[in-house]
């Protein structure tokens, strides 16, 4: 049988939603940028959308999940509400972190997701910490950190697995391998192909995944889940993937062909789980479609909210500067 109807629909549905709603509010992002809309930077996720919905519809809302310079994608698929995160986006004192943080630094702790952090690699040891944090008070919540290639190169991604592999820390480590750091291809970082292989360092499991097949993200993620919460510690997960804009804004991608990106996109891994939910889950198209519609009217709706929202009270400045 394929392993694939081994999955409930509603899971698959739900992750499907997920992806919808980055991708959605990504491009729209981007569509804005180019009109001079967006204040700040944006480092955005289109590409990688299966890696982030796949690992969060396998956690429960109060595991934890730290992310990083690029948090749009993992704060939406963690249940970080969009017009939250968008009103972050415009500095609004509605923003989820005030207005104070802007597009690197999500925070919404209501539903696990701790402030994101623009210091490539920092998050790896911070999830370590937390998830000390539950085994030591006998929770059985889990910690996830999500990094990139460039990130597995610092050295807190050593330390920070380290230490979780010999206290048996409930975390995951989750490596999306977009194939850059920055301008940077893995193959000028790095003597290895294959980052998951240096799980054997640290006498943890470590498996390479394709990060454009959704499902696959799920089940992997779900096993490693499974394995944290019963006690049995970390695990290294490599996906797999390519982001299919620049790595930041500005960015003209020179270093990149259009024959490789093209490649990726051609795998879009959104495309990829419509046609299974269409194929083998003999889901109309207008049921997706009608996803697709309400999805735009969020995101709509998110937009809207954040550019009518008001600046933060100068007199704001100083809190959350110091303990209350
Ligand atoms: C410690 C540190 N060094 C350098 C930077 C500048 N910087 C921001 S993102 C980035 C590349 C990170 O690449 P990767 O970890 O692969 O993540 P990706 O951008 O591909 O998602 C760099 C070098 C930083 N933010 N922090
Ligand atoms: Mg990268």
Same mark, same amino acid.
């Given at each position: 049988?394929?392993?694939?109807?081994?999955?409930?629909?509603?899971?698959?549905?739900? $992750?499907?939603? +997920?992806?919808?709603?980055?991708?959605?509010?990504?491009?729209?992002?981007?569509?804005?940028?180019? !009109?001079?809309?967006?204040?700040?930077?944006?480092?955005?996720?289109?590409?990688?959308?299966? $890696?982030?919905?796949?690992?969060?519809?396998?956690?429960?809302?109060?595991?934890?999940?730290?992310?990083?310079?690029?948090?749009?994608?993992?704060?939406?698929? @963690?249940?970080?509400?969009?017009?939250?995160?968008?009103?972050?986006?415009?500095?609004?004192?509605?923003?989820?972190?005030?207005? @104070?943080?802007? !597009?690197?630094?999500?925070?919404?702790?209501?539903?696990?997701? /701790?402030?994101?952090?623009?210091?490539?690699?920092? *998050?790896?040891?911070?999830?370590?910490? %937390? %998830?000390?944090? #539950?085994?030591?008070?006998?929770?059985?919540?889990?910690?996830?950190?999500?990094?990139?290639?460039?990130?597995?190169?610092?050295?807190?991604?050593?330390?920070?697995?380290?230490?979780?592999?010999?206290?048996?820390?409930?975390?995951?480590?989750?490596?999306?391998?977009?194939?850059?750091?920055?301008?940077?291809?893995?193959?000028?970082?790095?003597?290895?192909?294959?980052? &998951?292989?240096?799980?054997? &360092?640290?006498?943890?499991?470590?498996?390479?995944?394709?990060?454009?097949? %959704?499902? &696959?993200?799920?089940?992997?993620? =779900?096993?490693?889940? %499974?394995?944290? +919460?019963?006690?049995?510690?970390?695990?290294?997960?490599?996906? @797999?993937?390519?982001?299919?804009?620049?790595? =930041?804004?500005?960015?003209?991608?020179?270093?990149?062909?259009?024959?490789?990106?093209? !490649?990726? +996109? =051609?795998?879009?891994? $959104?495309?990829?789980?419509? *046609?299974?939910? $269409?194929?083998?889950?003999?889901? /109309?198209?207008?049921?997706?479609?009608?996803?697709? !519609?309400?999805?735009?009217?969020?995101?709509?709706?998110?937009?809207? #909210?954040?550019?009518? =929202?008001?600046? /933060?009270?100068?007199?704001?400045?100083?809190?959350?500067?110091?303990?209350?």
């Amino acid at each position: 049988m394929n392993p694939e109807l081994t999955l409930d629909l509603d899971i698959i549905l739900e $992750i499907y939603r +997920r992806m919808v709603r980055i991708r959605q509010f990504e491009d729209r992002l981007y569509q804005m940028f180019l !009109q001079g809309l967006v204040p700040g930077t944006l480092h955005q996720y289109q590409g990688q959308e299966a $890696i982030a919905s796949g690992v969060c519809v396998a956690l429960r809302p109060d595991d934890v999940v730290f992310s990083t310079h690029r948090p749009v994608g993992h704060a939406i698929a @963690k249940g970080v509400p969009l017009p939250g995160i968008a009103a972050e986006l415009w500095g609004k004192a509605t923003g989820c972190a005030g207005g @104070k943080g802007g !597009q690197m630094h999500m925070v919404d702790a209501a539903v696990g997701f /701790p402030p994101s952090s623009a210091v490539v690699g920092s *998050n790896i040891p911070m999830a370590t910490g %937390a %998830a000390l944090g #539950f085994k030591l008070r006998g929770l059985d919540r889990v910690a996830v950190s999500f990094f990139g290639d460039g990130a597995s190169n610092t050295g807190a991604f050593h330390e920070g697995i380290n230490l979780a592999a010999v206290k048996d820390a409930p975390v995951i480590f989750v490596c999306e391998n977009n194939q850059y750091a920055a301008s940077t291809h893995v193959s000028l970082a790095m003597r290895i192909s294959d980052i &998951a292989d240096r799980a054997k &360092a640290y006498g943890i499991p470590g498996s390479v995944i394709d990060g454009m097949d %959704a499902i &696959a993200v799920y089940q992997s993620a =779900s096993q490693a889940v %499974a394995r944290a +919460r019963n006690g049995a510690g970390p695990t290294l997960l490599e996906y @797999k993937t390519y982001r299919f804009m620049g790595h =930041s804004r500005g960015d003209p991608g020179g270093y990149r062909t259009k024959q490789e990106v093209d !490649q990726w +996109r =051609s795998r879009d891994p $959104i495309q990829r789980l419509q *046609n299974a939910l $269409i194929a083998q889950y003999s889901q /109309p198209a207008g049921s997706l479609d009608q996803i697709e !519609q309400d999805i735009l009217a969020e995101v709509d709706a998110a937009i809207q #909210f954040a550019q009518a =929202s008001p600046d /933060p009270d100068p007199e704001s400045t100083y809190r959350h500067v110091f303990a209350e």
